[in-house]
């Protein structure tokens, strides 16, 4: 009756369903913490310092076939503390600056990542950037995007060690308006940064 | 001549080893049905989103999601290339009848559009996505990696199940 294939098959289901439980328990518990340490109305402040847009041809940059393509880039400052994100069952924190803007049509909608950051200890969590340049070089499906309003907030990803992938944002809110084609940017917000500086 | 009771043990444990691939399977369909996805678990194989998901972890995916959101994790496969790619969602353009999305994995410096296919700008949320990653679980798949990769390991896990079941035979 006891053969080895049947007493290594029920170990075996033993250690699976003990797997299941812990992997369950530790993912419940983290999500109690952040509840408790209130993480999905964390507090943040979004300020756009300037933004400029320019014609790009290449593929990198969203030209099909070498048709000119709109790309807009922003300059921001950003506060947020994300610690408590941080506990026995967070592995990393993904933190993205989204812009959410209207389409042509009623009905439609963009929302674009301008900058992101991974994460990986708690000790890097508390966020201070101050005339950070925007990581990602934005186009719309539209060949232009301008004189719409955007707005910017701060999101982010628990990737856990076990369970499900918990996401969510912070309260504050940035904005700005997609400006003219420039090459060089524009001189009222090029002093709008400077006077921003001296604040 | 014939050992009919022999032919019955025989016909037993060939019973038994179909019915553990049949319920295998049945699971597998079942978790496809209930997430509307083709393949419901995915092992992780490139360490393009790393230090999120490494080689050799399961992701679970759920495909009933109508519209994607920006920082979801998908996962997607191009015309013609065979490995499906697990990425996040960096852009996200929606009208009434479509959704348009650029993704990029997490731990390459630039976006996927080299990894499209020829002039495609965009994937199509609902023709190119085999689902979204909701759950994960570390290190498990590694078993599938080590079978696909390593010949060694296929025949030491072969032989070791025919080792096991002379020995259960008694």
Known sequence: MFSIYQRGQS??????????????????????????????????????????????FSKRFGSVGGK???????????????TDLFNWNTK??????????????????????????????????????????????????????????ATLKLEWNIQPYVGLLTYG????????TFPDVTEEKPKSQKKKANRRKNN | MLDLTNVRVQAHQALQLIYVVTSAYMFWKFLSLVSNSSSPIVVVLSGSMEPAFQRGDILFLWNRDTLNKVG??????????????????????????????????????????GLYAYNQMYLNSQNDLLGT??????????????????????????????????????
């Open chain 1, 92 to 149: 990393q924190v993904f933190v993205y600056l989204t812009a959410e803007y209207p389409g042509k049509t009623p009905e439609s909608s963009n929302k674009v990542v301008y900058w992101d950051k991974i994460i990986t200890s708690k000790e890097d969590a508390n966020l201070t950037l101050t005339n950070e340049r925007a990581k990602y070089s934005v186009w719309d499906v539209e060949e232009s995007f301008k004189n719409r309003d």
């Open chain 2, 72 to 113: 979801d994790v998908v996962v997607y496969e191009i015309k013609d290339k065979v490995i499906p790619i697990v990425h996040r969602v960096v852009r996200e353009h929606h009208s009434l009848s479509k959704q348009l999305l650029l993704t990029k994995g997490d731990n390459n410096p630039v976006d996927d559009l």
């Open chain 1, 169 to 176: 944002e912070t309260e504050g809110i940035g904005s700005f």
């Open chain 2, 133 to 170: 990653v909701k759950g994960y679980f570390p290190l498990v798949g590694y078993v599938t990696i080590l079978i696909t990769e390593n010949v060694y390991f296929k025949y030491a896990l072969l032989g070791f199940m025919g080792i096991t079941t002379l020995l259960g035979n008694e």
């Open chain 1, 11 to 56: 170990v075996l289901n033993f250690a699976v369903t003990l797997v299941g439980f812990i992997s369950a328990f530790i993912f419940i518990t983290s999500l109690i913490q952040l509840q408790l340490t209130d993480s999905f109305h964390k507090d943040s402040s979004i300020s756009t310092i300037s933004t400029a847009s320019s014609v790009k």
């Open chain 1, 68 to 82: 000119a393509k709109e790309n807009n880039k922003i300059v921001f400052d950003l506060q947020s503390d994300l």
